[in-house]
């Protein structure tokens, strides 16, 4: 019992943030209030206003308040390539690696012990995308280097077999059971450029 | 260019925050924007509320939204100790080691070379609050164990001196160069126990 009301209502909502336990959102709800309100109050209106007005992109499923993305808004794109991604954060990582096709945003990775099908993580409107397109000449499937990414960049491949599509896995330059946004653009680099076609 | 105006003007908003940078914030933004939209509304709502609403105890100068803070409305507490600390996170510090008396909270320490004399961190409204209260037997002086607290607990012990009143300092079981607030609880209750008058 030392924080007022107010205070112990802010430190609470701070532990929301991910890697926030007790102590750091003491050190942040006490810094802000002493040395930073302003900052406080942008990071307000900055939450507000993402939290109601962010959906996703109409073509590709990321996070953006826009009907496309700035990636799906870009004219200057190549339209033969597609990347399939886990989440929002990937679309981030492989864009520090100089790729310039088009992505796919996934829910997540199969997960049949959660519960979680193709339907679960999008994989209909991957194929609905992909058929009505029309300009795709390869998909690289770079889903996350686990047990659970390989199975569906797997699935994903044997849905495309029949298509005339050629679909690729990134290269094993990734470590393996890492997730793909803490691997660094380097290797990452690498990996695309290794990618090679999934034989099944 | 990777992600959306309000998700990058929310990434930017959450760097303000004490510890986080760049990658951090895009996962916090990122995570808030899948996972917990609610969540992330609830931490507007409670910044917006704190950053509007919390000022500082009329008594101790801690922050608190009432007139007085919790430790200064509670009447069990002992009126004959009075304990001075560098800051509001060092209040919750000291409440750890079980002291219950008095607090009065300056704002940081003596810093002649940032032009921070007594007037700029409170010590001024420390002697009146001393005067008014009447009761005080001992004042602790707790600020933090560095060449800056030492100077501003000696600084203080200075003005006491002919007031009929112990000034006491913290024993040296906080490590030398450290910061208060970062002292696990039972070497601080240690230095509290093992604190001695300061000789002039
Ligand atoms: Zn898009
Ligand atoms: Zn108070």
Avoid: W
């Amino acid at each position: 019992m030392s924080f007022s009301p107010l205070i112990r209502q802010l430190i609470d909502a701070l532990r929301t943030l991910p890697g926030v336990g007790q102590k750091t959102a003491q050190r942040m709800a006490l810094q802000l209030l002493e040395r930073d309100r302003s900052g406080g109050s942008r990071l307000a209106l900055a939450l507000t206003q993402a939290m109601e007005g962010v959906g996703h992109c109409r073509l590709c499923r990321t996070l953006t308040e826009d009907d496309l993305c700035p990636q799906c808004a870009d004219m200057r794109r190549d339209d033969t390539l597609l990347c399939v991604v886990e989440g929002p954060m990937d679309v981030y990582a492989v864009e520090q690696t100089g790729y310039r096709g088009r992505y796919f945003v996934l829910k997540g990775h199969l997960s049949p012990l959660d519960g979680l099908g193709p339907e679960a993580i999008g994989i209909p409107q991957l194929m609905t995308r992909i058929a009505e397109q029309g300009t795709f000449a390869e998909v690289i499937l770079a889903t996350n280097p686990t047990v659970e990414g390989e199975a569906t960049a797997h699935y994903i491949a044997q849905l495309l077999s029949n298509k005339g599509l050629i679909a690729s896995r990134i290269a094993h330059g990734v470590p393996l059971g890492g997730e793909l946004e803490l691997v660094d653009g380097g290797t990452l680099a690498h990996s695309f450029s290794g990618r090679r076609p999934i034989t099944l």
